[in-house]
């Protein structure tokens, strides 16, 4: 039990810690993907990755769809 305790404060004080990441496609991504890979034999977790990834993808993709044409960003 205490072992647990201890993993629980170590776990929030590193989220405390982290800063927010963009997750533009990611989040939609992820519930998709979750659903399928779990429908799809019962692999939600790496369902839920892979739409993260291709998520974020269609996501830079949108926004260079969108960005004017003289505008460059490396």
Known sequence: MRASVI???FVLTL???CAPASAKGC???AIV???AGHYA???GALGAAAGCIIGRHYAHKRARAHRPA????F
């Open 33 to 35: 993907g979750g659903a």
């Open 41 to 43: 034999g019962h692999h």
């Open 7 to 9: 993993f629980a404060v």
């Open 70 to 73: 003289g505008e460059e960003s």
């Open 27 to 29: 989040l939609k991504g």
């Open 15 to 17: 989220l405390g810690v």
